[in-house]
């Protein structure tokens, strides 16, 4: 294998591990490559159908077809800083409230840290439920829907209209990716839509986020900066996004 083969493989392997990654990681990792050629290396893998090339980088291929990437492997993917988040969002759960858990590795990590004590939780995570499973005290429920395999997941319009008539107190949201243009977005449309809908129904909506998300971007946008009340994410988040956060009137943990 040459180094053009062994850099392409270096791509595809860093793309899958990450969901997407942007072209600036792309050149932190590669900096004695030159932009041209990192760029003929994206159309080449994307024309192979390894990768998927967008506007400022690349996405895994399972990412684009709408699986919105495999649990299993989020789950070992920044486990550290996903650890490190949930622990950060427990002091916003409180007792005797009415919380929602969206699917996802970061938020299954919050259902292994959930306290025992009186809730109503509703959540679209069949591995969250699973954790919460083991909880004597809260009031665990499952709104219907569509199996995602992949993501071990529920959506689809019957739990969005099932969504519908409940007042949340505190909704921490998932997210697949997250850019300045685009805001926060997932790769599944009727996903976005379930998170759009929980989101007005919340009196605080939460986003979990690990810092690899930001400068990444997924298909469809279900909020921006605007419509959250609080950040939770690692020690990792950089200055400028920071800045950004604080200039939206938005809390960061």
Do not use: W
Request: aromatic content about 4%; charged content about 30%; hydrophobic content about 35%.
């Amino acid at each position: 294998m040459d180094v053009m083969d062994k850099r392409r493989e270096e791509i595809v392997k860093l793309t899958n591990e990450e969901g997407s990654i942007s072209f600036a990681k792309l050149k932190e990792h590669f900096p004695q490559v030159s932009e041209m050629t990192l760029r003929t290396d994206l159309k080449k893998l994307d024309e192979q159908k390894r990768i998927v090339r967008v506007h400022g980088g690349a996405k895994s291929v399972q990412v684009v077809i709408g699986t919105d990437d495999l649990l299993g492997r989020r789950n070992v993917r920044n486990k550290e800083a996903k650890e490190q988040i949930a622990q950060k969002a427990l002091s916003l759960i409180k007792p005797h409230t009415t919380i929602f858990l969206d699917s996802g590795s970061t938020t299954t990590a919050l259902a292994k840290l959930f306290p025992d004590q009186p809730n109503i939780i509703f959540t679209t995570g069949l591995s969250c439920a699973g954790e919460l499973c083991h909880l004597e005290k809260p009031e665990v429920r499952i709104p219907g829907g569509k199996l995602n395999r992949y993501s071990m997941s529920v959506c689809g319009y019957s739990g969005i209209s099932e969504l519908e008539s409940v007042n949340i107190d505190v909704a921490f949201i998932g997210v697949t990716c997250y850019s300045r243009e685009t805001g926060f977005t997932c790769g599944v449309a009727e996903e976005a839509e379930l998170k759009r809908m929980v989101m007005r129904r919340a009196e605080k909506n939460v986003i979990l986020m690990d810092s690899s998300k930001i400068g990444t971007r997924s298909t469809f946008t279900f909020c921006d900066l605007k419509d959250v009340d609080i950040i939770v994410s690692d020690d990792n988040v950089t200055g400028e996004m920071k800045e950004r956060i604080a200039n939206a009137g938005i809390k960061l943990l």
